[in-house]
T-cell receptor, first 117, second 112 residues
Framework: NAGVTQTPKFRILKIGQSMTLQCTQDMNHNYMYWYRQDPGMGLKLIYYSVGAGITDKGEVPNGYNVSRSTTEDFPLRLELAAPSQTSVYFC????????????????FGEGSRLTVL | GQQLNQSPQSMFIQEGEDVSMNCTSS?????WLWYKQDPGEGPVLLIALYKAGELTSNGRLTAQFGITRKDSFLNISASIPSDVGIYFC????????????FGDGTTLTVKP
C-alpha cells in the first residue's frame, strides 16, 4: 500500500494564481484532513471530511476550498494565492473503525511545500 | 477552540541523555497521541494513550496520560542521533468529528 500520496511536493506560485494540491489514500479511510504547518508552529487544520460528499471547515479555512467526490481523493484548492499561504501542507487520513487499537492514528502524506511570491 | 501548550519548544542534548517533554491543555481529552516528524517528512505516530493515568512504552519511549485528562508527557531514554526531529503532542475528544488538536512541537537536537 502507498498510504497517503500528495502531489506536487514543491510548487512556487505568483500572487493571485490558483492551484490544486492533490491527495489520495489507498487505505479505505473515511476521514481525511488538510493541515498547514508554518515554521515553529504546530499543525493547523484547514478542512476535513468524514466521508465522500461531506466536508467541513477547520481552524484556518479562509482562502481554501475542498471537495470529496470519492473515498480516496481529497484535493485542496487555493484560489487567488497570497504570501500568507506560503507553508507546508499535509494531507492525512484516519480509519473510522472505533474498536481497533491506535484508532485515532492519523496517517500523513510527505507534504507539499508551497511558496507564494 | 482547544489550545495545547507543548514544552519545551526546543532541546539540545548529548547522545545518551534522557529527554522529557510535556503538553497541557485547558480542556480535557479522551485520547493523547505523540507523533514524530523527521525532516522533510510527515508526522508518524509514536504512542497513543486512551485512558487517564495510562502509562505506555514503545522501546526507549514512555508516555503517560495525565490523571486530570488535561496533560501528557513523553520521555525518551538514552537518546541516539536518529531521535532528532520534531515531536508533536495531539489531543482528541471523541465527539469532535474525528479532529485532533496539535501542540506546536518540540524540536530535538542530539549531539553525538
Amino acid at each position: 500500500n502507498a498510504g497517503v500520496t500528495q502531489t506536487p511536493k514543491f510548487r512556487i506560485l505568483k500572487i493571485g494564481q490558483s492551484m490544486t494540491l492533490q491527495c489520495t489514500q489507498d487505505m479505505n479511510h473515511n476521514y481525511m484532513y488538510w493541515y498547514r504547518q508554518d515554521p515553529g508552529m504546530g499543525l493547523k487544520l484547514i478542512y476535513y471530511s468524514v466521508g465522500a460528499g461531506i466536508t467541513d471547515k477547520g481552524e484556518v479555512p479562509n482562502g481554501y476550498n475542498v471537495s470529496r467526490s470519492t473515498t480516496e481523493d481529497f484535493p485542496l484548492r487555493l484560489e487567488l494565492a497570497a504570501p500568507s499561504q506560503t507553508s507546508v501542507y499535509f494531507c492525512a487520513s484516519k480509519s473510522a473503525i472505533r474498536h481497533k487499537r491506535s484508532r485515532e492514528e492519523l496517517f500523513f502524506g510527505e507534504g507539499s511545500r508551497l511558496t507564494v511570491l | 477552540g482547544q489550545q495545547l501548550n507543548q514544552s519545551p519548544q526546543s532541546m539540545f542534548i548529548q547522545e545518551g541523555e534522557d529527554v522529557s517533554m510535556n503538553c497541557t491543555s485547558s480542556s480535557i481529552f479522551n485520547t493523547w497521541l505523540w507523533y514524530k516528524q523527521d525532516p522533510g517528512e510527515g508526522p508518524v505516530l509514536l504512542i497513543a494513550l486512551y485512558k487517564a493515568g495510562e502509562l505506555t512504552s514503545n522501546g526507549r519511549l514512555t508516555a503517560q496520560f495525565g490523571i486530570t485528562r488535561k496533560d501528557s508527557f513523553l520521555n525518551i531514554s538514552a537518546s541516539i542521533p536518529s531521535d532528532v526531529g520534531i515531536y508533536f503532542c495531539a489531543g482528541h475528544f471523541n465527539t469532535n468529528a474525528g479532529k485532533s488538536t496539535f501542540g506546536d512541537g518540540t524540536t530535538l537536537t542530539v549531539k553525538p
